[in-house]
């Protein structure tokens, strides 16, 4: 089922204890409106991502509505879900252009993950599930995304933050008193307002207080405004984005590579959640869901566009809203495209002040590298079992510490890459070489066999509570003779 839903009801929001299937749809005016709130809740992230990777935010606005087209087709339409810019990617991308890359060498290096990843899929698809528990438990798939996000520490210290260090402060001040104090969606949505608030206070202070004299993103230290708007004025209404052809590198493929076992927990998680809120088993559809985020991830990047994931934040507005009609993300799709068609509104997100930046990213990266952690902690593993505790901690601590293995001069490996390498091999061989005693242990691990090992996305949430909805229960609006799944059809 790729399109051709039935319609719930009478197309009115299901009442409380129903909801609306993935093949379902509300009236169209209705799907709509929903369709809007999934371009908002996605909204932030994709556009703020592909700033701190040197990538063109409107492009990735408009490849995330291709990709997510892209998604539904190859999942059939089982798994609603969206696909914006993934943050998996952020420290490989830092890692290249420090070694010298430029935007062409960062999106082919993506390319070549995304085909990474697309192949995984298929694997996945015909091993089944359980061989990707197999080879990255939730113990590894843990240590790799905490070092991708730690390892970005020295971006916001070095780059952003010195920029406009108040402003910086007080950005990151709001996004933490906003993701405390307010509630649902506008919770789920901090960090863009947070952005908006960085940017009408780089505003204000540009005309109350006058220019600023601080180091650039170069690191020279000149007199400027904090803003400036002159390139939003040039730009046009309406036009294609800038498109760049990817360039090929196998050291800076390698740089990046490690972002793949993040995006296979992070799709594994999503996937599962999106399982539990409507009730299927969803198991089968796990390998098309990777493999269709590789394919994405393949599209978007071929035209320079940003490495692409499912999103948590759009799995929330699910939850809050009850309809699961993969309609409204085909809606959020094309209202993503046109939104990427407008040059003038890329450039508005262009000039984003770098020490607002540095207080979002403060914040983003460390959330990045606490899923880890929460990865850990979900599926409860066991640190006092050196088969975890050894080969991870040096992992971690090389990417952290950018600690580099040379070979030549043409070719080393350090940071995530090396970090990441150490943590899932390391792991693996002393999973072989352990005794007896601690392999027990290592098994009696909750979900050690079984465990999801998410990666729960930028909001890090995935417990979304006991969702009251029955999607496929007879009688209930807009379904005919349906069962629970696992159930038997009365006769």
């Known amino acids: 089922m790729a399109f051709g839903w039935k319609l719930y009801g009478d197309g009115k929001t299901p009442p409380l204890g129903e909801a609306v299937a993935p093949d379902e749809r509300l009236s169209w005016p209705r799907t709509v409106g929903i369709g809007a709130q999934h371009v908002v809740a996605m909204f932030g992230a994709t556009f703020v991502f592909p700033i701190v990777m040197g990538l063109d935010p409107n492009l990735a606005i408009m490849m995330s509505g291709i990709a997510t087209i892209i998604f539904l087709l190859i999942v059939n339409g089982k798994v609603p879900s969206y ?27 993506i390319l070549v993950s995304g085909v990474v990843l697309a192949l995984v899929g298929v694997l996945i698809h015909f091993a089944g599930v359980r061989f990707l528990h197999a080879i990255l438990p939730p113990a590894v798939t843990g240590a790799v995304v905490l070092l991708i996000g730690f390892n970005l520490a020295p971006v916001v210290a070095g780059i952003y933050w010195p920029q406009d260090q108040w402003v910086a402060l007080a950005t990151m001040a709001f996004v933490i008193v906003a993701s405390l104090l307010l509630r649902g969606f506008w919770a789920r949505i901090s960090i863009l307002l947070g952005l908006v608030f960085g940017y009408l206070l780089s505003v204000l202070l540009d005309v109350t207080a006058g220019q600023i004299t601080s180091p650039d993103g170069t690191g020279v230290v000149s007199t400027r405004d904090r803003i400036n708007f002159d390139s939003v004025a040039q730009a046009d209404w309406f036009g294609l984005p800038d498109f760049i052809a990817p360039s090929f590198s196998l050291n800076f493929s390698l740089l990046v590579l490690p972002a793949v076992i993040a995006l296979i927990a992070e799709n594994t998680g999503h996937v599962k959640a999106v399982a539990e809120m409507t009730k299927r088993d969803l198991d089968p559809y796990m390998g098309r869901a990777i493999a269709a985020d590789g394919v994405a991830t393949v599209v978007a990047t071929s035209v320079g566009g940003s490495p692409t994931t499912t999103y948590a934040e759009n799995i929330g507005v699910m939850a809050a809203t009850r309809v699961y009609s993969t309609a409204a993300y085909y809606v959020a799709a094309v209202v993503a495209i046109l939104l990427g068609l407008c040059p003038k509104f890329g450039a508005l997100i262009n000039i984003v002040p770098g020490g607002v930046l540095g207080g979002i990213t403060v914040v983003l990266y460390g959330m990045i590298g606490l899923l880890g952690a929460k990865i850990w902690k979900e599926n409860r593993v066991d640190f006092a079992n050196p088969i975890n505790l050894v080969p991870l901690a040096a992992g971690i601590i090389i990417a952290i510490g950018d600690v580099q293995l040379v070979f030549s001069e043409s070719f080393s490996l350090g940071g995530i890459a090396l970090g990441s390498i150490v ?23 909750r979900e050690f066999l079984g465990g999801t090992g998410p990666a729960l996305g930028h909001t890090g949430a995935h417990d979304y509570g006991a969702d009251p909805s029955s999607v496929d229960e007879v009688g209930r609006p807009g379904v005919t003779g349906s069962a629970t799944p696992g159930e038997t059809r009365p006769r």
Do not use: C, I, N
Request: proline residues 2%.
């Open 423 to 445: 943590a899932v091999v390391g792991w693996h061989v002393a999973r072989a070489l352990a005794p007896a005693e601690m392999k027990a242990a290592l098994e009696a691990e």
């Open 83 to 109: 696909l914006g810019t993934s943050a998996s990617f952020v420290g490989g991308v830092v890692a290249v252009r420090a070694s010298g890359g430029d935007s062409s060498d960062v999106v082919g290096a």
